[in-house]
Each structure stands twice: as structure tokens, then as C-alpha cells.
């Protein structure tokens, strides 16, 4: 009977430490602690996909700032006289409201295996950075 036993057990990568340690958020790890995580998931066997959207955005997110000047720079060339202050910030705010929604609907692509994660992380960068550069390029001084 021992042997039988012996015969079937199979050798596990996880140590009984991966099961006691509690684990952070992905939401709330840095950059390069989710991606050991990644890494630990993928070679674990597991699906990834998920995590690396998280990871991929880490490193896409904080250009929008640029972006956004991009994008607000022929807006604020325009005379004061043509829609006022008021029409400015409606405008800031569609714009902001726009790339919330492109970068959501591609984050949400990507989850469900629509979208390489990669491409999902810097949709909405692409998008609006060439609105950006069209309207700068059209803008007149």
C-alpha cells in the first residue's frame, strides 16, 4: 500500500508559506511588485490576463496628464471672446469624461480576452494623443 502512495504524489511549486501570507491588492502594488506577481501567477499555471492589464496600465495612467495638455493647449488658443470661460470647462470636463470612458471600455476589452493587454493599456493614450496632435497641428495662432 505505501508504495501505491508513494507513486502519486506529485511535486508542488507553491510552499506552505504562498497560502499564509496574505496577499496585497494588485490595485495596490507598486509596479515592480505586481509584476513578480505576474510572474509567480505564470509560472504557477495560472491565467495572468487580468494582472497584466493592471500592470500594463501602471506604466500608461500617468501620461494622461501630457496628454490632456495636449489635447487643452488648441482650446486654450482660442479667443476668450468665442465661448467664454464656461464653454472651456464643459469642454475639459467631455474631454476628461471621454478618455475615462475609452480607457475603461479597453481595460474591459482586455479582461475579457478581446484585447491584448498591452494595446488595452495604451488605447486610450493613442486615441486621444492623436486627437491631440490633430488639433494642435489645426490650431490657429
Known amino acids: ?76 488658443l482660442v479667443s476668450p471672446r468665442s465661448g467664454g470661460r464656461a464653454m472651456g470647462i464643459g469642454v475639459a470636463i467631455v474631454i476628461a469624461a471621454g478618455y475615462w470612458v475609452v480607457h475603461s471600455v479597453a481595460i474591459a476589452f482586455a479582461q475579457a480576452d478581446l484585447l491584448p493587454a498591452a494595446l488595452a493599456a495604451w488605447t486610450a493614450d493613442i486615441v486621444f494623443a492623436g486627437i491631440g496632435t490633430a488639433l494642435f497641428l489645426s490650431a490657429r495662432t
Open 1 to 76: 500500500m505505501r508504495r501505491f502512495v508513494d507513486s502519486r504524489l506529485l511535486p508542488m511549486p507553491e510552499h506552505i508559506d504562498d497560502f499564509i501570507q496574505v496577499q496585497n491588492a494588485p490595485d495596490t502594488m507598486s509596479f515592480l511588485e505586481l509584476r513578480a506577481y505576474v510572474a509567480r501567477l505564470r509560472d504557477g499555471g495560472h491565467r495572468v490576463t487580468r494582472y497584466l492589464v493592471q500592470l500594463y496600465s501602471k506604466l500608461s495612467f500617468p501620461l494622461v496628464h501630457v496628454i490632456m495638455a495636449l489635447v487643452a493647449i488648441p482650446f486654450a
